[in-house]
């Protein structure tokens, strides 16, 4: 086995990682809603308005546990970004894992905060950036990640 897979699979807490981000996902693909402004590039504060007007009150209930699942997803995911990517950059490894991770907490927490409080819903225009940019931010992450695991030997794992 190459030395690559040899320091993953010494590292419990990726490992861990990667089987709650698998049980979570699969969860929330099986549990959760037919559709989801988390999975989308981008959409307005209007699309997002019309979206949740839109949904029945166990499209709702849905949508709301799948939020929950979510931020487990978050810290999983974000746990695989930090791991993987201080096997190579220890000291750009925090900061730069945080920054998909923060976003999507954002959209999921205000999402949230949205289906909870439809009686005085908060204005959802800004919803969609932060949604791009978390798209945006993790797929730059995971380039300079695969990059660097490439081009390089790795660091024992601790």
Same mark, same amino acid.
């Given at each position: 086995?190459?030395?690559?897979?040899?320091?993953?699979?010494?590292?419990?807490? %990726?490992?861990?990682? @990667?089987?709650?981000? =698998?049980?979570?996902? #699969? /969860?929330?693909?099986?549990?959760?809603?037919?559709? $989801?402004?988390?999975?989308?590039?981008? *959409?307005?504060?209007?699309?997002?308005?019309?979206?949740?007007?839109?949904?029945?009150?166990?499209?709702?209930?849905?949508?709301?546990?799948?939020?929950?699942?979510?931020?487990?997803?978050?810290?999983?995911?974000?746990? &695989?970004?930090?791991? /993987?990517?201080?096997?190579?950059?220890?000291?750009?490894?925090?900061?730069?894992? /945080?920054?998909?991770? &923060?976003?999507?907490?954002?959209?999921?927490?205000?999402?949230?905060?949205? %289906?909870?409080?439809?009686?005085?819903?908060?204005?959802?225009?800004?919803?969609?950036?932060?949604?791009? %940019?978390?798209?945006? $931010?993790?797929? /730059? @992450?995971?380039? *300079?990640?695969?990059?660097?695991? =490439?081009? #390089?030997?790795?660091?024992?794992?601790?």
């Amino acid at each position: 086995m190459s030395p690559f897979f040899l320091t993953i699979f010494k590292d419990k807490k %990726l490992i861990f990682a @990667l089987l709650g981000l =698998v049980i979570i996902g #699969g /969860l929330i693909a099986s549990f959760g809603p037919e559709d $989801s402004l988390d999975a989308k590039l981008y *959409y307005s504060g209007n699309e997002a308005s019309l979206f949740f007007s839109s949904l029945s009150e166990a499209a709702v209930q849905k949508y709301k546990n799948q939020e929950v699942l979510d931020l487990f997803f978050i810290f999983f995911y974000t746990t &695989i970004f930090y791991r /993987l990517l201080r096997l190579r950059k220890p000291e750009r490894a925090f900061l730069l894992c /945080l920054i998909p991770g &923060i976003l999507d907490y954002s959209e999921t927490l205000s999402i949230l905060y949205y %289906l909870l409080n439809a009686q005085s819903p908060i204005p959802l225009n800004w919803l969609g950036y932060v949604t791009f %940019l978390k798209w945006f $931010s993790g797929f /730059l @992450l995971s380039l *300079y990640i695969a990059f660097i695991l =490439v081009t #390089g030997p790795l660091r024992q794992s601790r």
